[in-house]
Nanobody, 121 residues
């Protein structure tokens, strides 16, 4: 079955950087778009960004554009979320997601378990 395992979360001071990683297995990784979501306490899960099957197109939500980016290494079945200039409002559990409908992002079909990011002021 599909498994997505996030890592790299932790506690960071405002203005700092983190890189989250997601290791995928159980799917032909290089065929599918991947996405990142986050969920803060008491809030709904929100879309952060996505990357097409070959990394040729990246979409980032406006609230983090210019601070976050996504990359992938298909040979390693890995997708990354690079976060910089972090703010306390970025505190959330971050989730990796796969879209097995195709190479362009539409909607998540599989989820990781999440990794916690806490940004202190």
């Amino acid at each position: 079955q599909v498994q997505l395992v996030e890592s790299g979360g932790g506690l960071v001071q405002a203005g700092g950087s983190l890189e989250l990683s997601c290791q995928a297995s159980g799917l032909t990784f290089g065929r599918f778009a991947m996405g990142w979501f986050r969920q803060a306490p008491g809030k709904e899960r929100e879309f952060v960004g996505s990357i097409t099957w070959n990394g040729g197109s990246i979409s980032i939500v406006d609230s983090v554009k210019g601070r976050f980016t996504i990359s992938r290494a298909n040979a390693k079945n890995m997708v990354y979320l690079q976060m910089s200039n972090l703010k306390p409002e970025d505190t959330a559990t971050y989730y990796c997601a796969a879209d097995r409908s195709g190479g362009e992002w539409r909607r998540p079909s599989d989820w990781g378990q999440g990794t916690q990011v806490t940004v202190s002021s």
